[in-house]
């Protein structure tokens, strides 16, 4: 049973690009978040999909959004890139929603703006 | 918004010995109190959550408390192995219901297991 995955695994990108980011959830799940996590930080919550739909946004600009398909899999766009958008972006995946709100990570993807 | 202070940022444990790593939270009505484990290259792993209606929750070598009068809840390693080593970070969502997903992490503490 494949866990979360992500791709690409690490990108560089330069300064005012726009990047795409991509999650396939553990089967089973039907719940997406996306998290920034800088060097030495904990991540932080962007955003939640469910029924391809934002559900919930932390404290991110509107140059981060997001999308879900109908298989759960979903992306993340970041526009405008900005050295401070370096971090590696995690995607979490949740059970089918009413069986379970934990949430099991990817590996990342590590985002570099040059 | 939810608020998580994370003790210590550091530490180090011979084998064998036992680990504590503290939380605090703010948000009074926050019931899910997960811990993860992050090694070097990888994403954070689930290792043991605990809900609000129970003080402690036992899982082998791991164990969780939480003390909801005084919002704070632990992490306890024994037995540590040298592959305990890695960044512990606890996270708590903001109360009201329903939000179980927006969870603010503590900045981590990072375990070294020494042989």
């Known amino acids: 049973d494949a866990g979360v995955t992500q791709s690409p695994t690490h990108l560089i990108k330069t300064r005012g690009q726009q990047v795409t980011l991509r999650c396939s959830p553990k089967?089973?799940?039907?719940?997406v978040s996306w998290y920034q996590q800088a060097l030495g930080q904990g991540p932080q919550f962007i955003f939640q999909?469910?029924?391809?739909?934002?559900?919930q946004r932390g404290n991110f600009p509107d140059r981060f959004s997001g999308h879900q398909f109908p298989n759960y899999s979903s992306e993340l766009n970041v526009n405008a890139l900005l050295l401070g958008d370096s971090a590696l972006y995690l995607c979490?995946?949740?059970?089918?929603?009413?069986?379970?709100?934990?949430?099991?990570f990817g590996p990342g993807t590590r985002l570099t703006v040059t | 918004g939810e608020n998580v202070e994370q003790h210590p940022s550091t530490l180090s444990v011979q084998e064998g010995d036992s680990a504590v790593i503290k939380c605090t939270y703010s948000?009074?009505?926050?019931?899910?109190f997960p811990w993860y484990k992050q090694e070097l290259g990888k994403g954070p792993q689930l290792i043991i959550d605990?809900?609000?209606?129970?003080g402690e929750k036992k899982d082998q070598r791991i164990a969780v408390t939480l003390n909801k009068t005084a919002k704070h809840f632990s992490l306890h390693i024994t037995e540590t192995q040298p592959e305990d080593s890695a960044v512990y970070f606890c996270?708590?969502?903001?109360?009201?219901?329903?939000?179980?997903?927006?969870?603010?992490f503590g900045k981590g503490t990072l375990l070294t297991v020494n042989p």
């Open positions: 999909y469910y029924e391809e739909e934002e559900r």
């Open positions: 948000d009074s009505a926050s019931n899910y």
């Open positions: 089967s089973g799940h039907d719940t």
């Open positions: 996270a708590a969502p903001p109360g009201g219901g329903g939000s179980n997903y927006k969870l603010t």
């Open positions: 979490a995946s949740s059970p089918l929603s009413g069986t379970g709100d934990e949430q099991y």
């Open positions: 605990i809900r609000s209606n129970v």
